[in-house]
């Protein structure tokens, strides 16, 4: 059975940091690539960023300097690490692989 489990979620003010993790099943996660998105109120579902099995890397626009993701093929984990957090990076975010989708974590940043 696949499964995705995010975690790191929470309430962080403004230029703050959080560290979201995925827990994924052994099966799907060293061979493929991996996926952050985020969705926030009233928008859709965006892609935040992006790192293939063998550790390259994409990054949206809106993210890209501020947002670094990462992955731990030992321990079939994946990473987001979200500095300097602004409002707008609000959202419940979501880890993918090969389309299976975890629940996903919500990140609020506010004052």
């Known amino acids: 059975q696949v499964q995705l489990v995010e975690s790191g979620g929470g309430l962080v003010q403004p230029g703050g940091s959080l560290r979201l993790s995925c827990a994924a099943s052994r099966s799907i996660f060293r061979l493929n690539a991996m996926g952050w998105y985020r969705q926030a109120p009233g928008k859709q579902r965006e892609l935040v960023a992006t790192i293939t099995r063998n550790g390259s890397t994409n990054y949206a626009d809106s993210v890209k300097g501020r947002f670094t993701i990462s992955r731990d093929n030992a321990k079939n984990t994946g990473h987001l690490q979200m500095n300097s957090l602004k409002p707008e990076d609000t959202a419940v975010y979501y880890c993918?692989?090969?389309?299976?989708w975890g629940q996903g974590t919500r990140v609020t940043v506010s004052s």
């Open positions: 993918m692989i090969l389309g299976y």
